[in-house]
């Protein structure tokens, strides 16, 4: 009955493959290396981020393989589950059109990143040059023991032999992300505005305007977010467009929102002004975005 | 012959019998599982119709099939023949994938759930369970974790805002409710010293872990409806607020296979919660007293292990039809300010109490008695701390109920001055300014 466990613990003992390990392995490890390919040639950052996504899943599995179940869940639920998910979270902050800046801020980064990662590679090579000719195969793992590969055995040995370097580790993380919290809140101390100072702010001119933004669509002949607002005169009021979709699809609507606000060559019938007063409307093309974000942000 | 197997059965343990199962079997069980993840959806989405509608106050869907269970099913057909529409600024690949990342491991975990004890299909011997792993409970974090990759990836692949947004609460909700969830498993783990569901189930024996580890249950409970994106937790749909959130722009087959996903999820997340703290498939106390644990074997269990998921489920629906939404930032501080530290340190006490339990030889009763010791003497020791003086306010001004100064009990109330003989005079100048003035002017004369 217990024959199939029997069998593959002595073959793990006699250190050879099964015929499912090396299926496995063939699938996974190409896997996993077409996930680091991709990772560096990738164009978007979310796709890049997605093929390491495919190599750690794949690590998982060979852990899975070699009956290092804890393992294996771990990398799946720490690495994929919770880091990598901080990592997109990031890269969608970015937003989706941003790309690597390619000027050099360091100055020889790149001379200094080449040796490195020779100097790495050479380190890895000689390793493996090692770990096939002279290493003593280890024990096989036995999960659903508390000695063999399972939580058990994993916790005596993190909390006994290694506690030293598992602290000492914790202790980096904390004060990694005490560093970062401390940085990342380091303007001041800052106390919300109550609404009457807020007010009399803005009455004393440190906002752009004393009322409150134009709703989207308000004046307009739609009520889409995103139709912009227009103006009494017939021009577009550029604050009425929320500031993602501004960023997403003010590019593609430029012309439409030229010949809405009267800015464009043609006579518009909606405009009550000339073309060439609207060009001189407040608020021209040139400073739309910026005057957006800011009364965005304090919104 | 017959004796002699059930003697070796007997030294079987779950592990070995699961992994002796024949192909065949294997396969009928997960596609068993996987006919129950479909059908548990379709009666989910009826049985929640129906129950809102009744909170509500109205029938709820009752045209289609007997008493309208068959809507969901006409609904599902429906949504499979719809056009589909995919946005020209989509990342056309991420946005094929994303479903499916979705939906493949929210029936993955099904497969560590164990749905009953030891039972003889078609003669074969087996556990009511695809797979009993050693760390069965980490393949449903493990699940989830992947799960949320779908709803991410689905948000940011659609190429407009409102998904995106979704996405990006998925994404932060997921990260802060894991942490909570997890800890509470952690404490079940220490309890039950195993990570295997199967052996979680056989260490509530004695009594449920809901009862024993009060704290983690709750706690559990709260998470995972914030991490299967349900009301009152369901921001990244946020229909009032998001549109759909991250299935905005999704249709068809798509769609169905987000809703496939959060449904089967649902399903998941409660049948771990009823392994994890409910028994499992053990019978309630009443019923497992009778016939010595008969009805604790066989194919009985099952009744209870689905049993108490629908009450799971239930709770599911009953939150949705009477809580509202919470703002975001609200949700972040339940998560980050409230439910983590508590998890923390309710956590180091379990860990305080087993360490002493495994190490120290102490007894149950010995615990008690130290800790009822120790409640007495801080009881007392409160006694001592002196009260705390409340310095008196001599401005302060006692306030009614509702707000208002209450009248000191000597209230003089001064007597109104008496009017001039001139009075007449001025009430016609009043009337002549306008009647408004007319009450400033008295008060003036006050």
């Not at chain 1, 002595?10 to 077409?34: D, R």
Request: net charge negative; no cysteine; aromatic share 8%.
């Amino acid at each position: 009955m217990s024959a199939v466990l029997a069998q593959a613990v002595t073959l793990a003992q006699g250190g050879e493959v099964s015929t499912g390990e090396a299926v496995a392995f063939w699938i996974l490890g190409p896997a996993a290396v077409a996930g680091a390919l991709g990772m560096i040639l990738a164009r978007n950052a979310v796709h890049s981020a997605l093929w390491l996504v495919l190599t750690m899943l794949s690590l998982a599995m060979i852990y899975l393989t070699q009956r290092a179940t804890f393992l294996g869940f771990t990398q799946i639920i720490v690495y994929t589950g919770a880091i990598m998910m901080l990592f997109l979270f990031v890269l969608m902050l970015a937003g989706r059109d941003s790309s690597d800046s390619v000027v050099e801020v360091l100055r020889g980064q790149r001379l200094a990143a080449g040796l490195l990662g020779i100097g790495l590679a050479v380190l890895v090579v000689t390793l493996l040059g090692r770990s096939l000719t002279d290493t003593q195969i280890a024990a096989p793992l036995d999960p659903y023991s508390p000695e063999g590969g399972g939580a058990g055995g994993l916790g005596r040995l993190i909390f006994g032999d290694f506690l030293f370097p598992f602290e000492l580790s914790a202790a980096l993380l904390i004060v990694a992300a005490v560093g970062a919290m401390l940085l990342s809140h380091s303007g001041g101390k800052k106390t919300k505005k109550t609404q009457r100072e807020l007010v009399e702010e803005r009455f004393r001119g440190q906002h752009d305007r004393p009322s409150p933004l134009p709703g989207p669509g308000v004046f307009a002949t739609a009520n889409s977010v995103a139709t912009p607002a227009l103006l009494p005169d017939g021009s577009v009021a550029p604050e009425s467009l929320s500031r993602i979709i501004d960023s997403a699809a003010a590019e593609e609507f430029r012309d439409e929102i030229r010949e809405v606000s009267g800015t464009g060559p043609e006579a518009d019938a909606h405009a009550l002004i000339t073309p060439a007063e609207g060009a001189e409307a407040p608020g021209g093309e040139g400073t739309d975005g910026q005057r957006a974000d800011s009364e965005g942000d304090k919104a | 012959m017959n004796r002699m197997n059930m003697l070796l059965a007997q030294e079987q343990t779950r592990a070995e019998v699961l992994a002796d199962d024949p192909l065949w079997l294997v396969l009928l069980k997960a596609v068993v599982l996987f006919a129950f993840g479909v059908v548990m959806t379709l009666f989910m989405i009826n049985w929640e119709r129906k129950v809102v509608g009744r909170m509500q106050h109205r029938p709820g869907p009752n045209r289609n099939g007997p008493g309208g269970w068959l809507q969901s099913l006409a609904d599902g057909l429906k949504l499979a023949f719809k056009e589909e529409v995919i946005p020209t600024s989509a990342d056309r690949k991420v946005y094929w994938m994303a479903p499916v990342i979705s939906t493949i491991p929210a029936f993955t975990a099904f497969s560590v759930i164990p749905w009953g004890p030891e039972v003889s299909i078609f003669g074969e011997r087996t556990y009511l369970q695809l797979v009993d792993l050693p760390v069965g409970a980490l393949v449903v974090l493990a699940a989830a974790a992947i799960g949320v990759y779908g709803i991410v990836l689905g948000g940011w692949a659609s190429g407009s805002p409102y998904p995106l947004l979704g996405a990006l609460r998925s994404a932060a909700q997921v990260i802060s409710y894991e942490i909570a969830m997890g800890f509470a498993i952690v404490s079940v783990v220490l309890y039950a010293q195993s990570l295997s569901t199967g052996d979680i189930v056989d260490a509530q024996r004695n009594g449920w872990f809901a009862l024993l580890l009060l704290p983690s249950f709750i706690i559990y409970v709260v998470s995972m409806v914030g991490e299967t994106n349900r009301a009152p937790f369901d921001l990244p749909e946020a229909e009032s607020e998001l549109v759909g959130g991250f299935h905005t722009e999704y249709s068809s087959l798509k769609f169905a296979l987000f809703f496939l996903a959060e449904y089967v999820n649902m399903v998941v997340v409660s049948a771990f919660a009823t392994t994890l703290f409910l028994g499992g498939y053990m019978a309630p106390w009443p019923l497992s007293a009778i016939g010595d644990g008969v009805l604790n074997t066989g194919w009985w269990p099952l009744i209870w292990f689905i049993a108490k998921m629908l009450l799971f489920l239930f709770v599911y629906i009953w939150l949705r039809g009477t809580l509202p939404r919470l703002r975001y930032d609200q949700f972040m501080r339940l998560g980050w300010k409230v439910l983590v530290p508590i998890s923390l340190g309710w956590f180091v006490i379990v860990a305080g109490i087993r360490a002493i339990r495994t190490d120290g030889g102490v007894s149950t009763t010995q615990i008690l008695i130290v800790g009822a010791v120790a409640i007495v003497i801080i009881v007392l020791l409160s006694l001592l701390i002196p009260e705390k003086q409340v310095a008196e306010d001599a401005n302060k001004i006692p306030v009614t109920g509702s707000g208002y100064p209450v009248p000191p009990m000597d209230l003089q109330v001064p007597t109104k001055p008496r009017r001039k003989v001139s009075a007449g005079k001025s009430a016609t100048r009043s009337e002549l300014t306008g009647s408004t003035t007319g009450k400033e002017a008295d008060d003036g004369n006050v």
